[in-house]
């Protein structure tokens, strides 16, 4: 790479590839959680992941960039970790707040990959680019804000 505007290409790519990922991820996580609100709260950040895989795909074909042919290694990693928590734990209260843990990790990550994608619209003067990113960096920091909640109100308790 050898300018912001390939890095900034390189960064859409690699938040499409861990989009991608986590489409086929969440599933998953909506079959194991035992919590009827945790599993709601999986369910609707997976539709909403689907519009987040969709708004990149726009912003690329608006930058003349084909989406595919990076591998989120972070994203992969992290969806690893969540698959073998997944299969390591038994009790259901307990599953249930370590997905939220497990859940919020690749929440963080993704608020950091949009944050600089954002950033970097901006400096290159892709302004309606920028809004679009920003849009789903808000939903992300509120998928995040929603898991906390369900960990502090009630589901880390029936854990202990």
Do not use: W
């Given at each position: 790479?050898?300018?912001?505007n390939?890095?900034?290409?390189h960064q859409?790519?690699?938040l499409?590839?861990?989009?991608d990922?986590?489409?086929k991820?969440?599933?998953?996580?909506?079959?194991?959680?035992?919590d009827?609100k945790?599993?709601k709260?999986?369910?609707?950040?997976?539709?909403?992941?689907?519009?987040?895989?969709e708004?990149?795909?726009e912003?690329?074909?608006?930058?003349g960039i084909?989406?595919g042919?990076?591998?989120?290694?972070?994203m992969?990693?992290?969806?690893?970790?969540?698959?073998?928590?997944?299969?390591?734990?038994?009790?259901d209260d307990?599953?249930n707040?370590?997905m939220?843990?497990e859940?919020?990790r690749v929440?963080?990550?993704?608020?950091?990959?949009?944050?600089?994608a954002?950033r970097?619209?901006k400096e290159?003067?892709h302004?309606?680019i920028?809004?679009?990113?920003q849009k789903t960096?808000d939903?992300?920091y509120?998928?995040?804000k929603?898991?906390?909640?369900l960990a502090?109100?009630r589901?880390?308790?029936?854990a202990?």
């Amino acid at each position: 790479m050898k300018n912001l505007n390939e890095l900034f290409e390189h960064q859409l790519k690699d938040l499409y590839s861990a989009e991608d990922q986590l489409t086929k991820a969440l599933p998953k996580m909506v079959k194991n959680a035992k919590d009827a609100k945790l599993k709601k709260a999986f369910e609707d950040h997976l539709e909403e992941t689907k519009e987040h895989k969709e708004r990149l795909e726009e912003i690329c074909e608006e930058l003349g960039i084909d989406p595919g042919g990076e591998t989120c290694k972070a994203m992969k990693g992290l969806i690893k970790e969540a698959e073998d928590f997944l299969d390591e734990v038994k009790d259901d209260d307990v599953k249930n707040a370590g997905m939220i843990a497990e859940a919020q990790r690749v929440e963080h990550y993704e608020i950091s990959g949009y944050g600089t994608a954002v950033r970097y619209a901006k400096e290159l003067g892709h302004k309606d680019i920028a809004k679009k990113l920003q849009k789903t960096l808000d939903e992300e920091y509120n998928a995040d804000k929603k898991l906390n909640d369900l960990a502090e109100k009630r589901l880390n308790d029936k854990a202990k």
